[in-house]
């Protein structure tokens, strides 16, 4: 069993960057593809970005491709999603999630294996 937890949500203005990370139980975290998804208010969950377990290889979604950078540290078992340029559209509940199957260009939300609980972040205009 896989635990994650999320952290460095909050308020911040349009415009402004927030770093979130995500911290992982697992020893062998290396082993798993790691994403970030966030859940707007009365909005179905999105893809935000993934990445390989080496961390070599990445994938955004379009809304936040160019603005959003996702990393990790296996040495720390720790993912992170640095967000710049933030607009209130990106405000949104952010759950970070593991997959230990499949690689960055298969996951789906539904597929994913583990998830946190969330941070929340509010961007305002």
């Known amino acids: 069993q896989v635990q994650l937890v999320e952290s460095g949500g909050g308020l911040v203005q349009a415009g402004g960057s927030l770093r979130l990370s995500c911290a992982a139980s697992e020893r062998t975290f290396s082993m798993y593809t790691m994403g970030w998804f966030r859940q707007a208010p009365g909005k179905e969950r999105e893809f935000v970005a993934a990445?390989?377990?080496?961390?070599?290889?990445?994938a955004y979604g379009d809304s936040v491709k160019g603005r959003f950078t996702i990393s990790r540290d296996n040495a720390k078992n720790t993912l992170y999603l640095q967000m710049n340029s933030l607009v209130p559209e990106d405000t949104a509940l952010y759950y970070c999630a593991a997959d230990l199957v499949r690689n960055l260009y298969q996951i789906t939300i539904a597929g994913m294996d583990y998830w946190g609980k969330g941070t929340l972040v509010t961007v305002s205009s």
């Open positions: 990445i390989s377990g080496s961390g070599t290889s990445t």
